[in-house]
């Protein structure tokens, strides 16, 4: 155990430096790709093992095939391949095999902490011009729906790449569940048959799409089996082959060949020279607690780790809940204001992290806070505007030896691009639209990127998927989130309420606020803050906007003092999960 004892008073920029540095925060201001393999971190890690295991999904079939491999002595590696390839299956408006997924990973027996990068790429071919109209406006189509829209899947890659270098058992032993239930049918739950007939238009543009998911010509009934036996055929071409049986042989030659028929620009190329990466997290140290997220591709974890540092020097305990909400809201605004102007694909572009990460910049940040009042984003200089979608998925997972999974999955859209390539099942994903794909334009979140987002053959789209670890000397979370640029704040609020010492419960229904520097509101679910704290909010000078309840949190909590795992799904969505065995 390396924890410095929890503090109370405000640490000390050298303090703060020094647990920076040595812990491996700051990436190399030339944005170097942290590639294969990453350095272990000597990070703090809990003594003990749990001795029981404990899983977190936004569907039961994925949390009861994580279940099973663990129970079959699988690892919480091997459970996070059988829980994402069920999701492929079970939940595939939000996640699939092919899109992509960010993860990242701590092993307890060396306490190794790695993030897993299978973000897709864009194709060697992408012309910025295929999203445009004739008359030089968005095409949004092309964007969203259709081949063009879908980047290589990374997830295929990066389930092999957990299986080979962290799992115990074997890739194919750890896709049974998923295979199985692809083969043999599920029933469909209500989020699932929502999501098809609201998208049927656009699936009934594509064959093979229809029938895939319009079986009868019509969405999936309330408690018929469905299957999806192409999809299970390449689940096993993948279990028999790893990365040949998708990037390469006869699933590559009917992706690349359905994709070029619907009028996309995908080679063989592009998919044989895919590679997932493994990358060094993102660490920072907040009141005790170490916080182990996601690096770029990633937008989350420097957002998280810039707010985190901004408010490491404030007693926010000591304020009242308008006050607190004050300070967290204006570190949000300097975050995303940062966040979309710097960041991309670290193998493309250099980043300042260095700065970004850096406790000075966070003390500087932190003097520009006027006391008790908003500071309007029209004074800073400023990019970024969007909002959240609620497709994409998170699922925790703690194992029995206290090796941790934090897992996010992605592909984009609400049912990804629609498109299914022919004979294969495959769902593609629509992630070519979180790339700045014309300048000055918002993607589907009101993203406005930068050219450090532009697209470029081969690169990585800039993403907001932040899972997350938070390891305490008390008690240790895996936490994540769906939820486009909400993602960074759910993930940011949900850090923050377990600190407090909230349980697993408490974290995922927690009401939530966001804001993203633009639009300059401050969304808020409904019944978050009684009136007093609106009306002082809004004499700070807070615009504050009513929105539906979003999210899908899954986490899970370890409490070292009695070993106890807990597992927790957010009762927004009651498909979800969390249990314990
Ligand atoms: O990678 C990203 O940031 C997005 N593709 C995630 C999309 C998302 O979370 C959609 N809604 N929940």
Known sequence: MIFSPRWSVLPSRVFLASLLFTCGAALA?????????????????????????????????????GLEILAKGGNAFDAAVAVAATLSVVEPESSGIGGGFMAVLHRAKDGHNVFIDARETAPAAVDPKDYLNPDGTPNRDSA???????????????????????????????????????????????????????QQKDLLRWAASAAKFLPDGKPPVEGKLWRDPDQAKTLEAIAAHGNDGFYRGPTAKKLVDAVRAAGGNWTLADLESYQAKERQPISVDYRGYRIITAPPPSSGGVAIAEILNILSGFELEKLDQAHRVHLIVEAMRRA????????????????????????????GLRQSILPGKATPSSMLPHRTARDPGMHTTHFSIIDKDGNMAAVTSTVNYILGSTFVAEGTGVLLNDEMDDFALVPGKPNVYGLLGSAANAPEGGKRMLS?????????????????????????????????HFIDGESAQQIVAHKRFHHQFLPDVV?????????????????????????K????????????????????????????SGRVQ
């Open 144 to 198: 969203l729906k259709g081949p063009l829209s879908a980047g290589i899947p990374g997830e295929p890659a990066g389930l092999v790449l957990i299986a080979e270098r962290y799992g115990k058992l074997s890739l194919a032993q750890s896709l049974a569940p998923a295979i199985r239930l692809a083969r043999d049918g599920f029933k469909p739950d209500p989020r699932l048959r929502e999501a098809i007939a609201g």
């Open 549 to 576: 309840p979003w999210g899908f949190m899954n986490v899970v909590t370890w409490d070292h003092r009695t070993n106890k795992l807990d597992a927790a799904s957010d009762p927004r969505r009651p498909s979800g």
């Open 464 to 496: 907001s998927m932040s899972p997350s670890l938070v390891i305490g000397a008390d008690r240790s979370a895996v936490i994540g989130s769906p939820g486009g640029s909400t993602i960074i704040t759910q993930v940011l609020e949900g850090i923050l």
């Open 336 to 363: 995303f204001r940062d966040h979309n102007d710097y960041l991309g694909d670290p193998d493309f572009v250099k980043m300042p992290l260095d700065m970004l990460l850096s406790p000075f910049y966070a003390d």
């Open 523 to 547: 969304d808020v679910e409904p019944g978050m803050f009684d009136k007093a704290t609106s009306a002082d909010l809004t004499a700070m000078g807070y615009t504050l906007n009513d929105r």
């Open 29 to 65: 201001a030339d944005g170097a790709p942290r590639t294969t393999p990453a350095t272990t971190t000597a990070v703090a890690q809990p003594a003990q093992r749990p001795g029981h295991s404990a899983v977190a999904s936004a569907n039961f079939l994925a949390t009861d095939a």
